[in-house]
């Protein structure tokens, strides 16, 4: 990130596992209140993974306008819209008190998958003697399923209902990169700002990994298996972490330029400080290095002109899989050394492309009350993770500074800086 402009924070709504709203999401943060719960959303009994960060007390109602706008929102649509919601009533923005043609949205999605209710009937009107019957599904597909059923499944859509719902006209994107896109988001926000096309952004992310549809579409071979304790299972860096924890949730922050912020007495909650990506080439062969990672680590200290001395801590993906906490692990060593970890996941789990804006909202909320939340459920040192992992209670008396980042296993990474 270049360009003279000083970019500031003043909003944040998170949904997660661990509580709706700043005030329960730090509590549980500081308490050490896991968020990890057997799912219920629909009937898990088939599956050999029965908990994750599930919930469990989200009404969609409370926040989405117009109410009839529910039928055409997936549930993560409507984790994004009431984050957003959040954010904005956190920031102190009323109705019609912006410039709707300087006011965007970016906002991170993973793919939507369609809910198993939506298509039971058309899928069993289509057998035909034990058998799937093409013809059948073409002329039963258009008596069933819902004319507008496909705007609930388009990642693009939680951005486009969030500017809708609050008249922001000026710039408007969806990321769709996995892990990452939260992050990415948020530095083409920032980027938009810089450029001088809008005074102030709604960014954030989105994700349900606990979709029926998505959990057996992705398999559970990289998940924790440790159903007899499964407040324990996210243990990112912990040398008996057996795999990841999927979750659901969504984040937004509002990022304004400083001049903005102060011309509407918004109240400041930390500065933006610089941003970066990176990529490398990684597939199921060819596994993630954490090269890219550090190359963003590098890139990031030199926009935000800090060195490792300078970060009072790293926010860290922390996904709990073996191999991809050691590439992490080894990057933030070589770049950053012993510099303080923590790992959110290890309270509410993987949150797909809504993760990185919730984590990166722990670093916020911290840095303003001068703690940097522990990480939960590390109790054994992995040798082969050498980092400083924050764990126990939180670490006081740290620069208020932070990096946050994320990583995709097909090779990106992306980082940010953050300072109270």
Request: hydrophobic share 40%; aromatic share 6%; glycine share 12%.
């Amino acid at each position: 990130m270049s360009g003279s402009r000083d970019i500031v924070i003043t909003g944040v709504g998170i949904v997660s596992p661990i509580g709706i709203g700043s005030e329960r999401f730090w509590e549980s943060l500081v308490t050490g209140t896991s968020g990890i719960r057997p799912v219920d959303l629909f009937d898990a009994s088939s599956l050999k993974v029965k908990f994750g960060g599930q919930i469990p007390d989200f009404d969609p109602k409370l926040y989405v306008r117009p109410r009839k706008s529910l039928k055409v929102m997936s549930r993560e649509i409507q984790l994004g819209f009431a984050a957003a919601d959040l954010a904005i009533q956190d920031a102190g923005i009323g109705e019609g008190s912006l410039d709707p043609e300087r006011f965007g949205v970016v906002f991170g999605n993973d793919m939507i998958y369609a809910d198993l209710e939506d298509l039971e009937t058309t899928y069993r009107r289509s057998r035909v003697d034990g058998q799937f019957d093409f013809q059948a599904w073409s002329e039963a597909i258009h008596e069933e399923v819902h004319p507008l059923w496909l705007l609930k499944h388009l990642p693009n859509m939680t951005a486009s209902h969030i500017a809708i719902a609050h008249d922001a006209r000026g710039p408007n994107n969806s990321i769709v990169l996995g892990d990452v896109s939260g992050l990415l988001g948020l530095a083409e926000a920032a980027s938009v700002i810089n450029r001088g096309w809008a005074d102030i952004m709604l960014v954030g992310g989105t994700g349900c990994r606990l979709h029926p549809t998505a959990l057996v579409a992705r398999g559970d071979s990289l998940l924790s298996h440790r159903s007899d304790d499964f407040t324990r299972a996210c243990r990112p860096f912990d040398l008996d972490r057996d795999g990841l924890v999927n979750g659901e949730g969504a984040g937004t922050i509002v990022l304004e330029s400083r001049e903005h912020a102060e011309r509407r007495g918004a109240t400041i909650r930390g500065r933006l400080l610089g941003t970066a990506a990176r990529c490398e080439p990684a597939t199921r062969q060819k596994k993630f290095t954490g090269t890219s990672l550090r190359l963003a680590l590098e890139a990031v200290l030199d926009a935000a002109g800090l060195t490792p001395a300078g970060v009072g801590h790293i926010n860290a993906h922390g996904v709990g899989t073996v191999e991809m906490d050691r590439a992490e692990a080894a990057a933030i060593a070589c770049v950053l050394g012993d510099t303080p970890v923590t790992a959110p996941k290890s309270f509410f789990g993987h949150l797909g492309a809504g993760g990185g804006v919730v984590e990166l909202a722990a670093s916020i909320l911290g840095l303003e009350r001068g703690f940097v939340p522990a990480t939960l459920n590390y109790e054994t040192p992995d040798p082969l993770c050498p980092v400083n992992v924050v764990h126990g209670e939180p670490l006081t008396d740290r620069p208020a500074t932070a990096i946050s980042v994320n990583l995709c296993s097909t090779g990106q990474a992306v980082a940010v800086v953050i300072a109270g």
